[in-house]
């Protein structure tokens, strides 16, 4: 009876000391998993997708209004992460036929004062800051670049660099919007963060090794390699200033430290022998960096400055550190076009150098009430958009002449115009519209305009282009497409002027006998 007892009572410690076993497990990997299996659906869904809209299209139809009037805005949008200090968010493009080469759009908010901890991704990333103001630092070369980015900003991290990001807004949030670029990605899920600060959550990378393969490679010991990759548990944005945190992470204390600080405390942790290597071309050596060579750089910056301004770059001394890329400010640039009705910016490879190693181009746009960017083709890219401000419509065409998108859309959207596809963009008339984005080619991208002084057909224009469409007088079509005397930006019919002079002087003449007839009917009824 006692031994049957006994082995009752050890089944029972069983079965509790699974259910703790199970319990365990962190929050973090069930989040993994639960990630994985949403990103296998997905893509299992927006292949079929695309490919149904696309044969539905192919058969003549085109899309029934309502069916796809959204088909290009992208709403597949998933938290990546979420902490006290900050969340990234990323809208997910679909890929299929239409779209040679997908890219997903991020949204990373930091709160005041907080930590996007060091990491390098799978994937190519150009940073946009659309608020606050922020301290990037990214290996370039074996070296640590620091760069102050404000707003306006853009920056470049290519795939496999190790980075990370400060919000040193005062009691402001920072707001970026980053291109991630999955050409050079694992596949494994929408991009692969390689965290090299952390913990529990996220977990460092240092931690695939053997703790006496660590504590050997630092030359401390066990106990201490295990102290410091176990503490960090607050997430990938953290707090840097908040002293009601203890212990502070690893990451707050070097942040903190002093210059000689840093290097003192580095000499404690690792006994780093700088070694030459043979020269490589310039593109290897654009990505490559070095675990030591990283960890050296943070805590012993060597403040060199590099004095050179150009246009739509910053030359803030305070926060620039090693030679690497400057960021490059969009609103400090003069805009490529510019009339009443808005203006336009872009930028490729030959006016950032750090675009040709990403292969994306960058582009902002404002127009003002009413007017519209004129309808256009872009030959050479896929165009991705996100609506910084106000409210309006994006209209898309398919080649067969049906429509493939007619749809409102306002701040935070996110809409993708594919390659060849030909479509504009209409603002409200409420107020001005402002939308920026990245396009998939760095080279020049030479939109193609439909309509408009500098179009297609102003330059086709002869009597091919009116036996094209069935006009016989090549005056007919001539004088169609000169009723537009505006360019790339165009206003609404209300707004535009009449730019017949003829036809403006006669109606200023009707208009001043209507007035002095008013005159002289007044002064007839006054002398009766």
Not at 165 to 193: C, K, M, P, W, Y
Request: aromatic share 10%.
């Amino acid at each position: 009876m006692k031994a049957r007892s006994l082995i009752l009572l050890l089944l029972l410690l069983l079965v509790l000391l699974n259910a703790r076993c199970a319990s365990s497990v962190p929050y973090h990997q069930e989040e993994v998993e639960e990630e994985e299996e949403e990103e296998r659906e997905w893509r299992r869904r927006e292949r079929g997708g695309e490919e149904r809209e696309w044969r539905r299209t192919e058969r003549g139809g085109g899309a029934g209004r309502g069916e796809a009037d959204d088909f290009f805005l992208l709403h597949d949008s998933k938290h990546v992460f979420r902490t006290d200090a900050g969340e990234m968010t990323v809208v997910r493009s679909f890929s299929g036929r239409i779209v040679e080469r997908p890219m997903h759009i991020g949204f990373i908010t930091m709160e005041p004062q907080t930590l996007f901890v060091p990491q390098y991704l799978d994937s190519n990333l150009i940073l946009f800051v659309r608020r606050g103001e922020a301290i990037i630092g990214a290996i370039h070369k074996d070296g640590l670049v620091e760069r102050r980015l404000k707003i306006g900003d853009i920056f470049g991290v290519p795939a496999g660099s190790a980075f990370y990001l400060v919000n040193i807004g005062e009691g402001q949030r920072l707001h970026i919007i980053t291109s991630i670029d999955t050409s050079e990605s694992l596949g494994l899920r929408t991009f692969q963060s390689f965290f090299i600060g952390g913990g529990s959550y996220p977990t460092s990378v240092l931690t695939g090794f053997e703790p006496e393969t660590l504590a050997t490679a630092f030359n401390v010991s066990i106990d201490e390699v295990t102290e410091l990759l176990t503490r960090q548990k607050e997430g990938p944005i953290i707090y840097i200033n908040d002293d009601t945190r203890k212990p502070p992470s690893f990451w707050s204390k070097f942040l903190q430290l002093k210059e000689q600080d840093r290097l003192q405390h580095l000499k404690k942790m690792v006994e780093f022998h700088g070694e030459s290597k043979d020269e490589e071309n310039e593109e290897e050596e654009e990505e490559a960096w070095s675990w030591w060579k990283f960890l050296s750089s943070i805590f012993a910056r060597d403040g060199r400055r590099d004095g050179r301004r150009r246009e739509g770059r910053r030359d803030d001394r305070k926060w620039r550190t090693g030679k690497g890329p400057d960021s490059y400010n969009l609103y400090d640039r003069r805009p490529d076009f510019r009339n009443d009705y808005g203006w336009s910016v872009a930028l490729d490879e030959s006016d950032y150098e750090p675009l040709k190693h990403s292969g994306v181009g960058v582009y902002l746009v404002n127009l003002t009430a009413g007017s519209m960017m004129a309808p256009h083709v872009n030959p050479r890219a896929t165009e991705y958009g996100i609506v910084l401000g106000g409210s309006g419509t994006i209209q898309i065409g398919y080649p067969n002449g049906s429509s493939a998108m007619n749809a409102n859309v306002k701040e935070g959207d996110v809409f993708l115009v594919p390659r060849y596809f030909p479509f504009c963009q209409i603002s409200s008339r409420s107020g001005p519209l402002e939308f920026f984005g990245f396009t998939t080619s760095a080279r020049r991208n030479r939109p193609q305009f439909l309509v408009g002084r500098n179009s297609v057909l102003q330059t086709l224009l002869g009597p091919e282009l009116a036996a094209a469409f069935g006009v016989s007088n090549e005056t007919t079509i001539r004088q169609f497409l000169d009723a537009q005397r505006e360019a790339v930006i165009l206003p609404s019919a209300s707004a535009a002027p009449p730019y017949d002079s003829a036809k403006k002087q006669q109606q200023q003449q009707e208009e001043e006998r209507a007035k002095q007839g008013g005159i002289e009917k007044v002064t007839e009824d006054l002398w009766q």
